[in-house]
């Protein structure tokens, strides 16, 4: 079985920064993307980043400019700068297209960690 296992968050203040990480382990052969999304209180979910294999990158326009997403094959990371309060929500890893070793193919996602931007 594939799992996906997020860290990272936590609380910051307003200018701030973190940086998420997720790392994807089983028996995986290959992810086509991997990417972050997210979902704020009384929002739905949403796309925040996502970058592919070949390393083509993908961002909301909320987080252009303040966000880089990276990638080392099975693990990928979101350095989150200038942080502000509409940045809180629960963050989650995604890893699209996983072909795994018995040549199954499947879409997996993290448990979440929250990111509180609050004064």
């Known amino acids: 079985q594939v799992q996906l296992v997020e860290s990272g968050g936590g609380l910051v203040q307003p200018g701030g920064s973190l940086r998420l990480s997720c790392v994807a382990s089983g028996s995986i052969f290959r992810i086509n993307a991997m990417g972050w999304y997210r979902q704020a209180p009384g929002k739905e979910r949403e796309l925040v980043a996502t970058?592919?294999?070949?390393?083509d990158t993908n961002y909301a326009d909320s987080v252009k400019g303040r966000f880089t997403i990276s990638r080392d094959n099975t693990k990928v990371y979101l350095q989150m700068n200038s942080l502000k309060p509409e940045d809180t929500a629960v963050y989650y890893c995604n890893a699209d297209r996983v072909a795994t070793l018995r040549r199954e193919y499947l879409e997996v996602w993290g448990q979440g960690t929250l990111v509180t931007v609050s004064s």
């Open positions: 970058i592919t294999s070949g390393a």
